[in-house]
């Protein structure tokens, strides 16, 4: 979605879209629901919401839907080390890491499960290729 609609043409988009409905339950179209998510970098949120008479509710949802970027299998990584990089030196005896992914999934190993293995597959998450 990277096209940019005004305002007053969303308005009257949805204007005419109301106009032709079947009926008042009618599920927005997704065409209308991209406008709007267009919208939120260039207005206020309030200003699009009285102007379209949306609610929050389904202003918020539709920005979260369609201006959030989408993972996809070839997407880099968010650790920037290489599995085939990795060492590990003598463990401490308290020693802990603790993983915490964009997911909010949060992995905590200490020094007795923290092999190469582990980290080399944790490390492989991201690009979707664990190993065995």
């Excluded at 109301?18 to 629901?33: A, D, F, G, V």
């Excluded at 979260?64 to 880099?76: G, I, L």
């Excluded at 993983?99 to 949060?106: A, S, T």
Aim: proline letters at 5%.
């Amino acid at each position: 979605m990277n096209q940019h609609y005004s305002l007053e043409t969303v308005t009257a988009n949805f204007k005419q879209w109301r106009e032709t409905r079947h009926s008042n339950r009618e599920t927005t179209p997704k065409y209308l629901q991209e406008q709007v998510a267009a919208l939120q970098p260039h207005h206020k949120a309030i200003a699009i919401r009285e102007a379209l008479n949306l609610s929050s509710a389904a202003y918020n949802r539709w920005c979260k839907a369609y201006n959030t970027p989408k993972e996809s299998p070839n997407c880099q990584s968010f650790i920037s080390i290489a599995p085939d990089q990795l060492s590990i030196s003598q463990p401490q005896v308290e020693s802990a890491v603790l993983c915490e992914f964009p997911n909010g999934v949060r992995l905590s190993f200490n020094e007795k499960s923290l092999e190469q293995s582990v980290l080399t597959q944790l490390f492989c998450l991201a690009s979707g290729a664990v190993t065995s």
